[in-house]
Nanobody
Framework: QLQLVESGGGLVQPGGSLRLSCAAS????????IGWFRQAPGKEREGVSC????????NYADSVKGRFTITRDNAKNTVYLQMHSLKPEDTAVYYC?????????????????????WGQGTQVTVSS
């Protein structure tokens, strides 16, 4: 069974940067597409970004396009979410998710129910 562990969250000022990591174990990461989701208090879960198994295909929510970049290093079994120009509205718990099916597209990126494996989340707080 694929296990995912997020790290890299924290408190950052508006305009700052963070890099989140999603470390996989249990199976080789290159079997799985990986997505990043976030959920703020009182709000619905939002699909932020996803990446295909090879890394050749990525997808982003409009709210993060141009600011966030998803990459993967299959040799290190890790997917990254580099976040720049952070805004207070980016504050949320960020989760990575994985699935063996090719779910990373504009629909799959948004639909958490398509993703089978989930990490425990990491808190990102953007505040001055």
């Amino acid at each position: 069974q694929l296990q995912l562990v997020e790290s890299g969250g924290g408190l950052v000022q508006p305009g700052g940067s963070l890099r989140l990591s999603c470390a996989a174990s249990g199976f080789p990461l290159d079997y799985y597409e990986i997505g990043w989701f976030r959920q703020a208090p009182g709000k619905e879960r939002e699909g932020v970004s996803c990446i295909s198994r090879s890394g050749s295909n990525t997808n982003y929510a409009d709210s993060v396009k141009g600011r966030f970049t998803i990459t993967r290093d299959n040799a290190k079994n890790t997917v990254y979410l580099q976040m720049h120009s952070l805004k207070p509205e980016d504050t949320a718990v960020y989760y990575c998710a994985g699935d063996i099916q090719p779910v990373c597209d504009s629909s799959g990126r948004r639909l958490g129910e398509l993703w089978q494996y989930w990490g425990q989340g990491t808190q990102v707080t953007v505040s001055s």
